[in-house]
T-cell receptor, first 114, second 112 residues
Framework: NAGVMQNPRHLVRRRGQEARLRCSPMKGHSHVYWYRQLPEEGLKFMVY????????ESGMPKERFSAEFPKEGPSILRIQQVVRGDSAAYFCASSPDRSSGTQYFGPGTRLTVL | AQSVTQLGSHVSVSEGALVLLRCNYSSSVPPYLFWYVQYPNQGLQLLLKYTTGATLVKGINGFEAEFKKSETSFHLTKPSAHMSDAAEYFCAVSGNNNDMRFGAGTRLTVKP
């Protein structure tokens, strides 16, 4: 049973470009979470999605960031017009349902903005 | 709302010594509590979790944690540190809605 998959593992963008980060949850999981980890810091919750629905986006910056989890395909975290401060590791996690408690994490995408 | 405080951003122990990483939580509902470990440039791996029942939880790699409601604590321990335990450790809490919140992390260094 494959774990949570994220791609790319490393992404380099220049200021002003767009970054698209992909997350495929574990098989049978329909709940996806995105977190951001800045250097030397813990994980900060960004958004919680279920298939075709955003459940909680209280941690998402108000501008430039968006997330989706379509009926088919991976979840996408999209960052428009990236700035240097967006450089971080972005982790995706998944769970089978809302009440299971445990989230299973992917290996992360390390975004570097030049 | 849930929150977690990890006391000590860096902990250093000698190989073979006791490991104690501290975590205190705040939760308005009965919490689920977790410890995750992160090795350099990798994702988070679940060490152990508390949901209900027995307050002493055993995890992988010889780690265990005890849920103490009266102290709102969930400290992580291991009787004897190994060099391979050197990593970043995160305590996390969630409520009924999978709204997991993480502490800032504790970096464990193991000296030979």
């Amino acid at each position: 049973n494959a774990g949570v998959m994220q791609n790319p593992r490393h992404l380099v963008r220049r200021r002003g470009q767009e970054a698209r980060l992909r997350c495929s949850p574990m098989k049978g999981h329909s709940h996806v979470y995105w977190y951001r980890q800045l250097p030397e810091e813990g994980l900060k919750f960004m958004v919680y999605l279920q298939k075709e629905n955003i459940i909680d986006e209280s941690g998402m910056p108000k501008e430039r960031f968006s997330a989706e989890f379509p009926k088919e395909g991976p979840s996408i975290l999209r960052i428009q017009q990236v700035v240097r401060g967006d450089s971080a590791a972005y982790f995706c996690a998944s769970s089978p349902d809302r009440s299971s408690g445990t989230q299973y994490f992917g290996p992360g995408t390390r975004l570097t903005v030049l | 709302a849930q929150s977690v405080t990890q006391l000590g951003s860096h902990v250093s122990v000698s190989e073979g010594a006791l490991v104690l990483l501290r975590c205190n939580y705040s939760s308005s509902v009965p919490p689920y509590l977790f410890w995750y470990v992160q090795y350099p440039n990798q994702g988070l791996q679940l060490l152990l979790k508390y949901t209900t029942g027995a307050t002493l939880v055993k995890g992988i790699n010889g780690f265990e944690a005890e849920f103490k409601k009266s102290e709102t604590s969930f400290h992580l321990t291991k009787p004897s540190a190994h060099m391979s335990d050197a990593a970043e450790y995160f305590c996390a809490v969630s409520g009924n809605n999978n709204d997991m919140r993480f502490g800032a992390g504790t970096r464990l260094t193991v000296k030979p």
